[in-house]
T-cell receptor, first 118, second 112 residues
Framework: GAVVSQHPSRVICKSGTSVKIECRSL??????MFWYRQFPKQSLMLMAT?????????EQGVEKDKFLINHASLTLSTLTVTSAHPEDSSFYIC??????????????FGQGTRLTVV | DAKTTQPPSMDCAEGRAANLPCNHS???????VYWYRQIHSQGPQYIIH???NNETNEMASLIITEDRKSSTLILPHATLRDTAVYYC?????????????FGGGTRLMVKP
């Protein structure tokens, strides 16, 4: 099946620094990718929709200047957590769907990135 | 997207069938039922989806009631590796870019 690769799988950073997370679709093209965040014992919450070649669409309550999204190619989207704080510590997950797969193709998820801000 | 309701947790004996219910009484005609699972500290994994007919693949079977207001995911012979949170999601099929909205899911514990 289609594979979505997310990197890094785990990162620890100091408070105030920025962290970049990459999401790649390995064997298909995705004009749209999605970024989710998951806190312990909670479900996935959509943060933003990443659109290739245009600005991302953010969900209500998600700061676009703090969570920078770049979708420069059909196979790569990046999420940069800027000026990270301990409350940003979470499990970040990306998702992509094959643009050429038709209306009802399933979404594939990356393996997630565990961010710990100390 | 229509809201789904699932029991928060279930137990299943290893080797037995696991039947996970999902209520989606407000589902509309253009919405599919999708099932994903999430093993601890991993990204969600697609299992199966359907519109109105029952579906089966190598992982599971999906039984959708005739009125489409509920469905059941069946893992025919559960193993310890099937321990995960299972999410039932309904999504319209009219836009391939639509994101998935996750509810609380069912935490399935497969026991030896």
């Amino acid at each position: 099946g289609a594979v979505v690769s997310q990197h890094p799988s785990r990162v620890i950073c100091k408070s105030g620094t920025s962290v970049k997370i990459e999401c790649r679709s390995l064997d298909f093209q995705a004009t749209t990718m999605f970024w989710y965040r998951q806190f312990p014992k909670q479900s996935l919450m959509l943060m933003a929709t990443s659109n290739e070649g245009s600005k991302a669409t953010y969900e209500q309550g998600v700061e676009k200047d703090k969570f920078l999204i770049n979708h420069a190619s059909l196979t790569l989207s990046t999420l940069t957590v800027t000026s990270a704080h301990p409350e940003d510590s979470s499990f970040y997950i990306c998702s992509a769907r094959d643009s050429a797969g038709g209306r009802n193709t399933e979404a594939f998820f990356g393996q997630g990135t565990r961010l710990t801000v100390v | 997207d229509a809201k789904t309701t699932q029991p928060p947790s279930m137990d299943c004996a290893e080797g037995r069938a696991a039947n996970l219910p999902c209520n989606h009484s407000t589902i509309s005609g253009n919405e599919y039922v999708y099932w994903y699972r999430q093993i601890h500290s991993q990204g969600p994994q697609y299992i199966i989806h359907g519109l109105k007919n029952n579906e089966t693949n190598e992982m599971a079977s999906l039984i959708i009631t005739e009125d489409r207001k509920s469905s059941t995911l069946i893992l025919p012979h559960a193993t310890l590796r099937d321990t995960a949170v299972y999410y039932c999601i309904v999504r319209p099929y009219n836009n391939a870019g639509n994101m998935l909205t996750f509810g609380g899911g069912t935490r399935l514990m497969v026991k030896p």
